[in-house]
């Protein structure tokens, strides 16, 4: 019979710690000095880690200003089309985006050395615009300007703006963004209709900021999740941003996502229904002229924190409204996202980059139908018919029913459905089920129905009219049968196949 006991004079055998690093704790870079960090199982020192990161960031971003079948020459300038917007959140991500732009192309790029003759480098691009959105009227915090206004100070040559969320719900924001004055912005839905139908508002003549915050919170109470909320002021922070660029003729916009947000992003995306814009999230260019970059896509959270940290670079805290102070905000799909992420990141540091590069490789499966009219990116085919081939729904043929256009209770001019000018993932933040119905119960009508951005009625004008009509069109003749469908309750969806469950 064996024995597990030690023999007399024996040690107790205990398993060797794992080492941080693979061979040696000697930079990988120079070779020479003892390392002081482990990336992804590799050492660096302090002196090799600031150039390591920088040329990752260059790497990433100098490509979209020179296309990639033109390799930029070692004489050749680099040089932009246009301005440059940095969006900058007050996280951690755009401190460093902020730091890194200003010691890349504006410290670095404008040094000559002494004794030199040659002229400093033309800039590469006309202006930069530091842009922040302000959230804090969507959650009654407290505004963080006066933060953001201190940190963007210490960069000379970079202009702050100042935007804020509510501006999606402000008519007076469209001149500024660069939007069509002429096109309608009180676009009204019906969250208590399947089809999202449409609902032409006349315009109230109240055009004051407190107006468009009391807009912006009836639109987020009446989405159906803290998910939906989260998901929405993240669209629409973007295409604020966007809309800002392509007012101002600027060429890029720079976003302080990490490789980990990133990751986090697209996982996040891909659950809540955006499977077909992957490739947007990572990488856009929106209406042909503005490219929306992530420059630190290949940079993670521990290389960022290092950065600020031996940079000593000061963050502005967090979003007022996601800090922990919301109610069930740990239980939305981003931050539960967030917490696998990091967790996996903690024990297997490769992963993530795995999950980059495999959403890299993804291509959407058919061809986009147009675009979503609320988050202007491209929407999929018959995305609504197969969602509800895969719902439970009732057909029945309604009593006394006639054409639409003869119809007296009813008139389709007024009332246009939504459901096929949105995208999947659009579709499926303002109708999925969450912790309250779509529609509040009560019996104000107001209630039920919610303003939509103001970019969603200039997005409906750009929709071909023979595709608004065939959205719009129910029947054209007498004798065709028609028909109206509702989503069916839960006892309803269980009393159908109530044959085929097993008895507890």
């Given amino acids: 019979m064996a024995s597990c006991e030690t023999g007399e004079g024996q040690k107790e055998e205990l398993m060797e710690k794992r080492k941080k690093y693979d061979r ?18 590799c050492v660096y020192c302090k002196d090799c880690f600031f150039p390591t990161v920088t040329l990752k960031f260059r790497r990433a971003l100098e490509i979209t200003i020179n296309p990639p079948h033109r390799p930029r020459s070692k004489y050749e300038p680099l040089r932009a089309d246009g301005s440059l917007v940095i969006g900058f959140s007050g996280g951690i991500g755009s401190a460093i985006l902020l730091d890194t732009i200003w010691r890349t192309y504006v410290l670095e790029w404008n040094e000559v050395p002494s004794g030199s003759k040659k002229p400093p480098k033309p800039p590469v691009w006309s202006k930069v615009w530091v842009a922040y959105v302000e959230q804090a009227n969507a959650f009654d915090g407290v505004e963080k300007i006066e933060k953001v206004k201190s940190i963007v100070s210490r960069y000379p040559g970079f202009e702050l703006v100042v935007l804020h969320i509510e501006d999606a719900f402000d008519p007076c924001s469209r001149e500024r963004l660069g939007m069509s004055t002429t096109s309608p912005s009180n676009i009204r839905i019906d969250l208590s209709s399947p089809e999202l139908s449409i609902i032409p508002t006349p315009p109230n003549g109240d055009n004051s900021r407190d107006s468009a915050v009391e807009a ?33 003729q600027s060429s890029h916009v720079l976003l302080g996502s990490s490789l980990t947000s990133l990751a986090i992003s697209l996982i996040s995306g891909v659950s809540q229904g955006g499977g077909f814009n992957v490739k947007e999230e990572r990488e856009e260019k929106w209406r042909g002229s503005v490219k929306i970059v992530r420059p630190l896509r290949d940079v993670g959270w521990k290389e960022c924190a290092l950065w600020a940290w031996w940079r000593e670079l000061d ?12 109610k069930r905000e740990s239980m ?21 980059s795995t999950i980059t590069r495999t959403c890299e490789k993804l291509q959407p499966k058919g061809e986009s139908n147009g675009i979503c009219v609320l988050c202007l990116r491209p929407a999929q085919a018959n995305a609504q018919a ?51 119905a779509r529609g509040s119960s009560t019996t104000d009508p107001s209630s039920k129905t919610t303003l939509m951005p103001i970019w969603a009625g200039e997005a409906l004008l750009k929709v071909p009219v023979a595709s608004r009509t065939e959205s719009s069109q129910v029947s054209n003749g007498l004798d065709e049968e028609i028909t109206t469908s509702r989503k069916l309750a839960r006892e309803e969806m269980k009393g159908m196949i109530n044959e085929f469950l097993l008895d507890e």
């Fill in 315 to 326: 963050v502005a805290s967090s979003p007022t409204g996601w800090t922990g102070k919301v």
């Fill in 24 to 41: 040696s704790n000697i930079c990988i870079r120079c070779k020479t000095t003892q390392g002081k960090v482990v990336i992804r199982h």
């Fill in 332 to 352: 939305t799909i981003p931050q539960l996202t967030k917490d696998f992420i990091v967790g996996l990141e903690r024990d297997y540091p490769s992963t993530v």
């Fill in 386 to 436: 197969w969602k509800e081939h895969i719902s439970i729904r009732q057909t029945k043929n309604p009593e006394n029913s006639v054409p639409p256009e003869q119809s007296t209770a009813f008139s389709y001019k007024d009332m246009v459905p939504l459901t096929d000018h949105l995208c999947y993932a659009c579709h499926t933040t303002l109708t999925s089920r969450g912790n309250k």
């Fill in 216 to 248: 912006l919170r009836h639109h987020l109470a009446s989405l159906p999740s803290l998910t939906a909320v989260y998901q929405t002021i993240s669209t629409y922070t973007r295409l604020l941003l966007q809309y800002f660029a392509f007012s101002t």
